[in-house]
């Protein structure tokens, strides 16, 4: 019996990789497109095939496929204030490309397209379900709503697409511009007389979910013979804050004496103060749920910086 392919896009990236694993460990056949002329090394053993691609400007051609996870795009939010446009049009023509190409192809997959949970407004009662209410905090969320205008708009077109709004997420491998790694980087090379760090406001709280939970959920939603909805939250129901997660890397790092100071200036407009979201709707139907506890995440992170 032939092993039925899923496309991943972004395949080099840090979700990206985890989703390989994930998805090569549950008997797929992983087909991974990138920016960069080849595959990563540590997942290059795993996946069946690899495109080079600017998605940008068009998709590959891979046709006959189960299911396409569309990872892909520019996701950092802080960087977006400083280029709005970019993230707009690089990441809606991301999608644009993705569905125009299985609109024309006899074998129509299940397209999961990979939204956020930075979309939501903070200014409503938490945990927050899936008809909570929509804010525009940042160009990136801007960019991540007009894809979920695109994916009712190719499904009213006949494409089987899923929105997925994971909240955040951690987890070994992660390079800097996100929290877990930029607080280790700044612990880790503090000199033997320094006794602080500068920090973002990382009283914030956000929900954060281990990310090999995240690829897990994204797996059974790309699978699933049928789904009730077309929209799914991905997260653990409960928020950390930035301290607390630093609190964790001082432990573990044996700089329990360390305290932190706030720039202001790296405080990004319109900061979210806390932001938790509801993922009842995917546990019911599907069964899933966070498995990995956040501190042995900070622990297998630091264990992947060795």
């Not at 499904?155 to 997925?164: A, E, F, P, S």
């Not at 709280?205 to 939603?221: G, L, W």
Request: aromatic share 8%.
């Amino acid at each position: 019996m032939n092993k039925e392919k899923i496309v991943v896009s972004g395949i080099n990236g840090f979700v990206g990789h985890h989703l390989a694993l994930e998805l090569h460990n549950s008997g797929l056949l992983v087909v991974g497109i990138g920016q960069e002329k080849t595959i990563n090394s540590d997942i290059a053993d795993i996946v069946s095939e690899y495109h080079q691609a600017n998605l940008i400007e068009s998709w590959p051609d891979i046709p006959d496929v189960k299911a396409v996870i569309h990872l892909a795009g520019l996701a950092a939010v802080a960087p977006s204030f400083e280029k709005p446009q970019v993230y707009i049009n690089a990441n809606s023509s991301m999608v644009t490309n993705l569905c125009e190409y299985y609109m024309n192809q006899s074998k129509k997959p299940r397209i999961v397209i990979v939204s956020s949970g930075a979309i939501y407004s903070p200014e409503q009662t938490m945990p927050i379900a899936e008809n909570g209410k929509i804010g525009f905090s940042s160009p990136y969320a801007v960019s991540k709503v007009l894809n979920e205008n695109l994916v009712s708009y190719y499904r009213g077109r006949g494409l089987d697409c899923i929105t997925v709004r994971p909240f955040n997420h951690i987890g070994p491998g992660q390079s800097e511009g996100f929290i877990l790694p930029d607080l280790y980087s700044r612990l880790s090379a503090l000199g033997k007389n320094e006794h602080s760090i500068i920090t973002g406001n990382i009283n914030t709280k956000r929900d954060y979910t281990d990310v090999r939970d995240i690829v897990k959920a994204y797996y059974k939603i790309a699978v699933a013979k049928k789904l009730r909805n077309e929209l799914y939250n991905i997260c653990s129901g409960k928020s950390l804050s930035g301290a607390e997660i630093f609190n964790m890397l001082k432990i573990i790092l044996n700089k329990k004496d360390i305290g932190f100071e706030i720039d202001k200036s790296l405080i990004r407009p319109s900061d979210i103060m806390d932001n938790v979201g509801d993922a009842s709707r995917l546990t019911d139907e599907l069964g899933w749920q966070p498995q990995i506890d956040i501190r042995q995440t900070v622990i297998d992170f630091v264990q992947s910086k060795k």
